[in-house]
């Protein structure tokens, strides 16, 4: 019984909704002489931080494409259920 189509569509979509950004990002630069290495501690901060916000915003996009996945699924599941009882309820409704 197909109740609200197909939901696989879902999972199409999900797959569309975003994309990962790349956590390859460049060594911090070496120097030997004192701006040079201010240089590097403030871009080595500035890489550690970009890596930490990149993992977090892959993870939104893995939780996003989940919902996306998962949420037509409920809805059949519960219209499924509901169909269910309706159709062995057995009670007779007069207008």
Do not use: C, K, W, Y
């Amino acid at each position: 019984m197909a109740i609200r189509g197909d939901t696989t569509v879902g999972a199409a979509a999900a797959q569309s909704a975003g994309m990962h950004l790349p956590t390859d990002f460049p060594a911090s630069p070496t120097g030997g002489d004192t701006r040079s290495a201010a240089i590097a501690t403030t871009t080595s901060t500035f890489l550690t931080a970009a890596r930490t916000e990149t993992a977090t915003f892959n993870s939104s996009v893995d939780q996003l494409r989940e919902g996306m996945v998962a949420a037509p699924e409920r809805v059949d599941t519960a219209d499924r259920r509901g169909a269910e009882r309706v159709a062995n309820s057995g009670e007779t409704v007069t207008i």
